[in-house]
T-cell receptor, first 115, second 115 residues
Framework: AQSVAQPEDQVNVAEGNPLTVKCTYS??????LFWYVQYPNRGLQFLLK??????LVKGSYGFEAEFNKSQTSFHLKKPSALVSDSALYFC?????????????FGSGTQLTVLP | NAGVTQTPKFRVLKTGQSMTLLCAQD?????MYWYRQDPGMGLRLIHY???????AKGEVPDGYNVSRLKKQNFLLGLESAAPSQTSVYFC??????????????FGEGSRLTVL
C-alpha cells in the first residue's frame, strides 16, 4: 500500500522569505510524486511532478521540489514567498505500476504568507 | 476551454434522498475519478473508471454508485444519502500518456450537505 504524510497542518511564512512544505511517502517500487495546490472554493491544480531524473524538479509559479530517495521525502520549496501563494497544498504519490494510475493524497498543508 | 465540469456545484439533501453528480470532461481523457474531500483527511478515492463502460471501487466506495456510459461523462450516485456523506466531491480525469505519468485534472468541486 502507498501512503503520504504531510506532517504540518499549517505553515506560516513572511512574504519574501523562503518557504518549505514537507512531504514524506511510502510506496513499493519507484515513486511518482506530485504536488497540487488548492485555492479557496476551487479544484486542485497541478504544480509539479517527479518521475525520474534530476532530483530537483521545477514547476509552476516559481515552485520547486526536491526528491530525496534515502529520506523518502519530496518537500515543496520556493525561494521567496508571495501573499498570493497562500493556499492549501497537497502532496500525492503513486507507484509506477498498475493500470489506473491511482494517486494517494496527503492530508494537506495550509500555507499562509503574511504581508 | 472547459476542462472538467461538475454539476451541480451545491446541493442540500435530506437523509434518505437520492441524487446524482455529473462530471463531464472535454479533453478526451480515458481515466476518470471521483474523490471526496473532508477536513484533515485530504482526498479519498471513491470510484474510478479506466474507460467507457468500466468502473472500479476506490478507497471509500460504500454508499455510492457510478456509471460511465460515455467516455466524456462520469456519474456519481447516492441512492440513500446519509449525513456522513456531507462532503465536497471532486471529479478528475487523466490520460495514460506515453510517459505514463498522467497527472490529474480536477473539476471545481460539488459541495453536498445531507441533513
Amino acid at each position: 500500500a502507498q501512503s503520504v504524510a504531510q506532517p504540518e497542518d499549517q505553515v506560516n511564512v513572511a512574504e519574501g522569505n523562503p518557504l518549505t512544505v514537507k512531504c514524506t511517502y511510502s510506496v513499493s517500487g519507484n515513486p511518482y510524486l506530485f504536488w497540487y495546490v488548492q485555492y479557496p472554493n476551487r479544484g486542485l491544480q497541478f504544480l509539479l511532478k517527479y518521475i525520474t531524473g534530476d532530483n530537483l524538479v521545477k514547476g509552476s509559479y516559481g515552485f520547486e521540489a526536491e526528491f530525496n530517495k534515502s529520506q523518502t521525502s519530496f518537500h515543496l520549496k520556493k525561494p521567496s514567498a508571495l501573499v498570493s501563494d497562500s493556499a492549501l497544498y497537497f502532496c500525492a504519490v503513486r507507484d509506477n505500476s498498475g493500470s489506473a494510475r491511482q494517486l494517494t493524497f496527503g492530508s494537506g498543508t495550509q500555507l499562509t504568507v503574511l504581508p | 476551454n472547459a476542462g472538467v465540469t461538475q454539476t451541480p456545484k451545491f446541493r442540500v439533501l435530506k437523509t434518505g434522498q437520492s441524487m446524482t453528480l455529473l462530471c463531464a470532461q472535454d479533453m478526451n481523457h480515458e481515466y476518470m475519478y471521483w474523490y471526496r474531500q473532508d477536513p484533515g483527511m485530504g482526498l479519498r478515492l471513491i470510484h474510478y473508471s479506466v474507460g467507457e463502460g468500466t468502473t472500479a471501487k476506490g478507497e471509500v466506495p460504500d454508499g455510492y454508485n457510478v456509471s460511465r456510459l460515455k467516455k466524456q461523462n462520469f456519474l456519481l450516485g447516492l441512492e440513500s444519502a446519509a449525513p456522513s456523506q456531507t462532503s465536497v466531491y471532486f471529479c478528475a480525469s487523466s490520460n495514460p500518456s506515453g510517459s505514463g505519468t498522467g497527472e490529474l485534472f480536477f473539476g471545481e468541486g460539488s459541495r453536498l450537505t445531507v441533513l
